[in-house]
């Protein structure tokens, strides 16, 4: 081998290299852009995400889904044993294709409902351990669950869906109502949004004794509905206004119209 | 005695027997048939998607197909017939004749990258008539409501993929064209390209990481990576594509010009090396 030759190939390319940046750089921050599995924020990540996408390419989806068939096959054993590798599979099937939100939410409900479940029972179910050892274990992996999520929400910022399923485990996993409430208002202010996820702020709200809050909310979210919609609820949404005007003691003169 | 100038024609002849050459070989049917067989069993596999509707799947696993079978067609058949020249003795004679090795070089390129056309050009027609085929059944049966619209698929984007990823096949061809010049055997050839283009594939990271090293040397090793390598993620528009959305022009024409600039630098740095070698 000729070393001379192999140093000025390495020079030429390297010159090459940095002179059709202005060329690649623009197509390539436009491609990152389009493209969540490319937007890398650290080397952990890049470690991880990148060589996969790298590697796998258009395979990606098969490789993916051939696991998850894998991860369903553990999680259906249904025992504590098996809550490391079920969660391991959820990781890498992400890891390979974070595109499809399908994996990102049932892995979340594997973690948060599933695993909770297994781990109490193991520890002698239901009724026959202390309630701060249940809190506990349904707190551990709903915590889990929701760090998945909130990595989904990198790939998929403008998802809905993600944000309902955060609220969902706040409010029924770790019954914190508050953190339930947030999530539920940003995902209900996105586009795209089901319109039970402002209905059901406005109820957690209630719930929280937030009556004003909750009367402003649906007076709000009462002018966007549509009344063709039966998806919208628009009647239900009025009855919770007569409610709360209820509760609240509105004088007559001052109740909502519609 | 008239003197010998640089001739398009000869390098016409070159390419043309090399192109010959590539298609009567075994190793070429073997893989179409292969990646046929792959694009086409995308309706089988289809029963095992769970996170992406059908029409994406199918395209996402065909460009899959393509992009693996052409890597590997661009490598191996470029080594081939580089060394099939070479092993048996034909170089010599081709070289001995007013042939300049430039020529050969260029030659081989061209007819190797006329192979590449024809392997992406079938499976991306393939590829399109099994997409329009399942299309057209979802349209006018499972669910005609989601195409009110009109057509999904965007099939001029299929093709646009379809000369990118030949594009870049023919960048991977340059490489394995500078390999070949200067190394003694076709295996050795092939198993450096390989590792080339694996590299290529995960140079993005390189040019995403090195700022974020903190020792010096390490992130001068990792910013001289991400340079002296192509990055082949830039090629990976088969998931825009596959999601429905349509490739802008300017990043279309950016790409393929970063493309073809990548071709001109390795058939040029193959000619340099291929003349400084022994026959």
């Known amino acids: 081998m000729n070393w001379k030759a192999l140093v000025v190939i390495f020079v030429v390319l390297f010159v090459v290299g940095l002179a059709v940046r202005p060329v690649e750089g623009p197509a390539w921050d436009e491609l990152r852009e389009r493209e969540p599995s490319l937007r890398l924020a650290d080397l952990e990540d890049a470690l991880g995400q990148g060589v996969t996408v790298g590697l796998l390419g258009g395979f990606r989806a098969i490789v993916a889904d051939l696991l998850w068939i894998r991860t369903n096959v553990i999680w259906e054993q249904q025992e504590t044993a098996v809550i490391p590798a079920t969660e391991t599979m959820i990781r890498l099937v992400t890891t390979i294709d974070p595109r499809p939100v399908y994996f990102w939410l049932n892995g979340a409900r594997m973690i948060a409902y599933d695993m909770s479940v297994w781990r109490v029972r193991e520890a002698g179910d239901y009724g026959n351990i202390p309630d701060a050892a249940v809190r506990r274990y349904h707190d551990e992996q709903a915590e889990t669950a929701i760090r998945l999520l909130e990595r989904a929400r990198e790939f ?73 919609n039966p998806a919208h609820q628009k009647q239900v949404v009025l009855g919770r206004i007569r409610e709360l005007e209820d509760t609240l003691d509105v004088p007559l003169i001052q109740r909502f119209q519609p | 005695m008239s003197k010998v100038v640089f001739s398009p024609a000869r390098i016409n002849i070159i390419a043309k027997n090399t192109f010959l050459e590539a298609v009567r070989q075994k190793f070429f049917g073997f893989l179409v048939i292969i990646a046929l067989g792959i694009i086409l069993s995308s309706q089988v596999f289809r029963d095992f998607n769970f996170g992406a509707p059908e029409l994406k799947f199918i395209a996402d696993f065909g460009f899959g197909a393509i992009v693996l079978f052409g890597s590997v067609l661009a490598i191996v058949a470029t080594a081939q017939l580089f060394f099939s020249e070479i092993e048996n003795k034909t170089a010599i004679t081709i070289l001995a004749k007013p042939i300049f090795r430039s020529e050969f070089i260029f030659g081989k390129f061209l007819g190797v990258s006329l192979l590449l056309l024809v392997f992406t050009g079938m499976m991306t027609v393939i590829l399109s008539v099994l997409l329009f085929w399942r299309e057209t059944a979802i349209m006018e049966g499972v669910d005609p409501e989601a195409f009110e619209a009109g057509r999904m698929v965007a099939y001029g984007d299929i093709f646009l993929y379809g000369i990118v990823q030949w594009l870049k096949f023919s960048i991977l061809c340059g490489i394995t064209m500078v390999v070949a010049s200067f190394s003694n055997t076709n295996l050795y050839s092939v198993i450096l390209s390989f590792v080339i283009l694996l590299i290529c594939h995960l140079q993005y990271l390189a040019r995403d990481a090195w700022a974020q090293m903190e020792f010096l040397p390490v992130q001068l ?37 970063y493309a073809l600039i990548y071709i001109i630098v390795f058939n040029l740095l193959a000619v340099f090396s291929f003349r400084k070698r022994e026959i």
């Open chain 1, 156 to 228: 998929h910022p403008d998802r809905p869906e993600i944000l309902i399923e955060i609220a969902n485990i706040y409010l029924r996993r770790m019954e914190n109502e508050e953190k339930a409430a947030e999530y539920y208002r940003i995902a209900a202010e996105m586009e795209g949004a089901p319109p039970y996820a402002a209905r059901i702020h406005a109820e957690i709200l209630r719930r929280m004794g937030e009556y004003e809050q909750a009367y402003e909310w649906l007076k709000e979210l009462y002018a966007t509905l549509d009344p063709g």
């Open chain 2, 221 to 257: 090793a990792v910013f001289m990576l991400s340079a002296v390598f192509p990055n082949f993620q830039l090629f990976n528009i088969g998931d825009q594509i596959a999601l429905g959305e349509s490739i802008p022009f300017e990043l279309g024409a950016r790409i393929i010009g």
